[in-house]
């Protein structure tokens, strides 16, 4: 039995999470895992998103602050806050399976999981696939691409490049 | 004029802050590294230093969050009220130096912050992951330039000995006590807690390592110059450092409260 503001709570976090990513507009912002609460102050109030960045500098979170903002008042939400937290900090783990899938279906290669802090780039060596071939044989063709959360690489198998989300 | 009398004067506040320095460190560094953008050698070149440009700016703006308001702390002092290393405020020079300077200061960056992550900085803790990138990126460059060609080898080497005497400035230890702080204003004292001598020997050891490997010879001259020792924490620059602040702070002095 879902009460009335348990299903509440279920729908504003629903729609917040709703909103696709700016620059990856494939996955959705719940899908990346940076959308960290949404609390409604008063039944039908003013309602506060805790939002947190990929990268500390990444330039999408005022896009994706406006966003969710949009979206909950398209839902008849009459205030919104976004805040952005640092804490803790996000990381890679926090992109769900669905996203990871969605993220390699458009030609992303998904982070691999267990991104361990402290542990760094180097030390990894599972292999990176190839998400238009399926290929293992890639290599790194640098490690910043168009955005700080993405390594550019190269398939060697069908040589083509293409984005790797990389481990945070 | 004695060192102490040499120190910018100010009063209570976010400029006492020893945070401050590690702020002005990331701002100047990325506005630095943003230089390169049209510039750089290739593509993939100036995606990178444009990225780790970006990475700084996030922890800058982080820092000055904590500290008052971002826009005035970056746009509206004068240079003598900025506490950012002297390492960090050179031209970039050719490719070889701006990636020597990148050795030095990102292995610095990388050590401080775990250091202050594990004290429980949550900025610390965000970016010490993104410093790790930073790090490995320019040790591939530092093997790949001194152990390339004679030309950038030589370059690496030219580099690495001029840039060397801004290095000692790192590890003058921040908060009380230090050029950057003063004891009764540095709050929950995060950065006075840094073991600074355990950071000096963690950096020599990754630096001269790396610099080893890429057949480069770490210098034996001074860790800072005859008149700098700390300068840059107390707010005495050099003379490239007034030149980029002008054109850093230009449009927003020219232009008070524009917007776009």
């Known amino acids: 039995m879902v009460t009335e503001a ?9 729609w917040a999470g709703s909103v696709p990513d700016p620059e990856l507009p494939v996955v959705t912002l719940a899908e990346l895992g940076v959308v960290r609460e949404v609390r409604e102050t008063a039944p039908g109030g003013r309602v506060e998103v805790e939002l947190t960045p990929t990268y500390t500098g990444c330039p999408a979170i005022e896009t994706m602050a406006t966003d969710i903002e949009r979206a909950l008042r398209e839902h008849g939400v009459p205030e919104v806050t976004v805040r952005t937290v640092l804490a803790p900090p996000w990381s890679t783990d926090d992109i769900t399976p669905e996203g990871r899938r969605k993220l390699a279906a458009s030609g992303i290669a998904p982070p691999r999981g267990g991104a361990a802090p402290g542990h760094g780039p180097v030390p990894l060596t599972l292999a990176i696939r190839c998400p238009n071939c399926g290929s293992a044989e890639t290599s790194l063709i640098s490690r910043f691409s168009s955005t700080a959360c993405k390594a550019l690489r190269r398939c060697e198998s069908c040589r083509e490049p293409f984005d790797h989300f990389k481990e945070l | 004029m004695t060192r102490s009398d040499a120190r910018a004067p100010y009063g209570a506040g976010p400029l006492d802050s020893p945070l401050l320095p590690l702020a002005d460190d990331a701002l100047v560094l990325s506005h630095r590294l943003g230089e390169w953008a049209g510039h750089a050698p290739v593509l993939e070149e100036e995606l990178a230093l444009a990225n780790i440009a970006l990475d700084l700016l996030g922890h800058a703006r982080a820092l000055y969050s904590e500290l008052g308001d971002e826009d005035e702390l970056a746009y509206l002092r004068e240079e003598r009220a900025f506490r950012n290393c002297q390492l960090v405020e050179q031209a970039n020079g050719d490719f070889a130096r701006t990636m020597i300077r990148q050795l030095f200061f990102s292995a610095y960056q990388e050590l401080l912050y775990t250091q202050l992550a594990a004290l429980g900085h949550p900025l610390a803790t965000k970016a010490v992951k993104e410093c790790e990138y930073h790090r490995d990126h320019a040790e591939h460059w530092t093997l790949r330039l001194g152990d390339g060609t004679e030309e950038s080898h030589a370059r690496a080497q030219r580099a ?13 230890p921040l908060g009380p006590g230090g050029p950057g702080g003063t004891p009764e204003l540095d709050g929950p004292d995060l950065v006075g807690a840094v073991d600074w001598d355990a950071l000096r020997r963690s950096w020599t050891d990754r630096v001269t390592g790396v610099l080893d490997a890429a057949t480069l010879t770490v210098p034996t001259t001074e860790q800072h110059g005859a008149w700098a020792a700390g300068a840059g924490r107390q707010g005495l ?6 030149r980029m602040l002008a054109e850093m702070q230009h449009l927003h002095r020219s232009h008070p409260g524009a917007s776009w």
Do not use: I, M, N
Request: hydrophobic share 30%; net charge negative; aromatic share 14%.
């Open chain 2, 237 to 242: 620059h050099t003379e490239p450092f007034g």
């Open chain 1, 6 to 14: 348990e299903q509440r709570q279920r729908d504003l976090t629903a």
């Open chain 2, 160 to 172: 690495t000995d001029s840039l060397w005497r801004f290095t000692g400035e790192l590890f003058l």
